[in-house]
């Protein structure tokens, strides 16, 4: 287990870094906790992966530190890392029997035999693979194949850190919810650093303590679930996360009111000025738009509303703007003089994407 920094870490792949648009992984600096599990969520291109491959050692950093537990380990290739890992695509040798795969990894390290056969045992029985020791991984179907791969990434006690780069993309949707279970498991018991990449919100919040959010080559928040839900420090992390995502409205703010095409938003905090901070919006999830007839408000036009189980989900258009609310399943939608009516403790202020502090 280790404590992981990154110490003014950045990376290009292309020639000109002296460019923003060239880095692949903009400047940061920051630690991965001592036997965390970390999920590192963001839309495809984001530099996830990059930034897994500087941990593992696959990637050199054009600039900065990669530290395990305080030691330089940046100029280390990834067998000198002491690390596991988990690719995409099933990572075993298609000849051996499903024990001879999960116990390779120890084999190759002298761990004692009755000490393989037992970690071996325990690690089938996590990942339902008992009955299936004995075949040869060359039959195994893909889902079955993924699973001795996170098996081998598994199997090791004595690693820094396990690394998943998006482990359950082969796996069916209804193993996925199994195993994502059965990973966090491991990890309370293990308490093993894990690092998970992921595009899927509901995969990062359901395995991390702390999600780390990036976009566009930045880390935008690290929080865990609950604060990237409650108070999302950027827009991005407001759309990204929640389903609708956060709805976000140009606006301006004078101390604690915030105006949209002029109709007044109350706000629980007083703002400072905001003039030459860029972009000005209010992000409010649609869980805490209510939806009402008459009274204050923003008068926005239904479009449509849809069911989504226990809700009902309410589109709408304020302004030329998208809005959407989210309504219980019992509840009716008013049809006339319909106004949306936002709790100011659950609104935000945002300055060019960034929150600001009220
Ligand atoms: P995905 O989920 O699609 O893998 P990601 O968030 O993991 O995306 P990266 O694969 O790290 O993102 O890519 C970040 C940026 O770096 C992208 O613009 C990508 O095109 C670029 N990139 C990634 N690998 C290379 C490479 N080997 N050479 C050049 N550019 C690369």
Known sequence: MARIELQSLSHSYGS?????????????????????????LGPSGCGKTTLLNIISGLVTPTKG????????????????????????????????????????????????????????????????LTGELRRVARGLTADMKQKVSLGRGLVREDVCAVLFDEPLTVIDPHLKWQLRGELRRVHRESRTTMVYVTHDQTEALTFADKVVVMYDGEVVQIGTPQELFERPAHTFVGHFIGSPGMNVLPASVERNVARIGGVAVPLARVYPNLAGRGRIEIGVRPEFLQVRSGGEGLPAVIKRVEDAGRHKIVRAEFNGVALAALVDEDDSVPETDVRFVADPDRVHVYADGVLVGG
Do not use: C, H
Not at 69 to 97: C, H, K, S, W
């Open 16 to 40: 000109a870094p002296g460019t923003s648009a060239a880095y692949a992984v903009k400047p940061m600096t920051m630690v991965w906790e001592d036997g965390g599990a970390y999920a590192l």
């Open 65 to 128: 530190k990669v530290l395990f537990d305080g030691v330089d380990v940046t100029a280390l290739p990834t067998e000198r890392r002491n690390i596991a890992q988990v690719f995409q695509f099933p990572v075993i040798y298609d000849t051996m029997t499903v024990a001879q795969n999960l116990a390779f990894p120890l084999g190759n390290r002298g761990v004692p035999a009755e000490r393989i056969e037992a970690r071996v045992r325990t690690v089938a029985a996590m990942l339902g």
